[in-house]
């Protein structure tokens, strides 16, 4: 009998597989675990509503990089008139 993996290492492996571009195969190989238990594992996992997907997590980070991007353009543009004003002062 194998040993008990915890929640936090199947969401992992879940995660890898579903998201790495790699093989079924190669994820479970890297992890340590069969392919069929991979595969039970995420076949769970899919029937689990209540889990993000991977693609509210994109556009989560979407939404944060555009709100930073923002942000940065307004300092930008605060920092140009700043040295234009500097930049025109004649000691």
Do not use: C, Y
């Not at 009998?1 to 995660?15: D, I, L, N, S």
């Not at 209540?50 to 942000?71: G, H």
Request: proline share 3%; no cysteine; glycine share 6%.
């Amino acid at each position: 009998m194998g040993t008990k993996r915890t929640a936090e290492f199947r969401h992992e492996a879940v995660r890898v597989a579903l998201t790495s571009g790699l093989t079924r195969k190669q994820v479970a190989s890297d992890f340590g675990i069969g392919f069929s238990r991979l595969s039970k594992w995420i076949q769970q996992d899919g029937k689990n509503p209540e889990k993000p997907t991977a693609q509210s997590d994109l556009e989560r980070e979407n939404a944060k990089l555009r709100r930073e991007n923002r942000l940065l353009r307004e300092e930008r543009g605060v920092l140009k008139k700043a040295t234009q004003f500097f930049a025109s002062q004649k000691p």
